[in-house]
C-alpha cells in the first residue's frame, strides 16, 4: 500500500509494517513508552479518589484488557523474515513470561506453515 503515516501504524490501516530496523526500533519503544505512561497515568486518575475508585471497580475487567492488548510480554516478539526458519525477535527486557509467549509465538509460526507459505507465494508471484 506504500507508505505509512506514524499516526495510522495502530489504526489497522495495514496488515504488515515494513521498515528498518533502526526506524522500527525507534517506533517500538515510543509506542512502548507512550502506552507505559498512558496507563500509569491511567491508575494514577483511577486512584484519586474514593469516586474513582469505584468507578475503576466497574471498569478494572475492560481496563485489564486493554492493558494487556499493549504489555510486549503477551506478545512475544516479532517474526522476522525472509529466513529458512521461525525466529522470533524478543524484547531484550523480556521476562519469563514474554519468553513463554516468544515460543509460543515460534510454536504456531511452525503449525500454521508461515514459512513455506511465504516461500510458495513468492515462487507463484516469480513464475508470474
Request: with cysteine.
Amino acid at each position: 500500500m506504500g507508505n505509512v503515516e506514524s499516526r495510522d501504524v495502530f489504526q489497522d490501516v495495514c496488515d504488515v509494517l515494513v521498515c528498518d530496523g533502526f526506524s522500527g526500533n525507534i517506533l517500538l519503544k515510543t509506542s512502548e513508552g507512550v502506552a507505559k505512561t498512558f496507563i500509569d497515568r491511567l491508575k494514577q486518575e483511577f486512584t484519586r479518589t474514593w469516586w474513582s475508585k469505584l468507578a475503576a471497580a466497574v471498569l478494572k475487567p475492560g481496563l485489564k484488557r486493554f492493558a494487556r492488548e499493549f504489555d510486549y510480554k503477551e506478545h512475544g516478539g516479532a517474526p522476522l523474515l525472509g529466513l529458512s526458519g521461525p525466529i522470533i525477535k524478543a524484547h531484550g527486557s523480556s521476562d519469563a513470561r514474554a519468553v513463554y509467549h516468544a515460543v509460543r509465538q515460534a510454536r504456531l509460526f511452525v503449525e500454521r506453515g508461515v514459512i513455506p507459505q511465504i516461500t510458495e507465494d513468492l515462487h507463484r508471484i516469480e513464475r508470474g
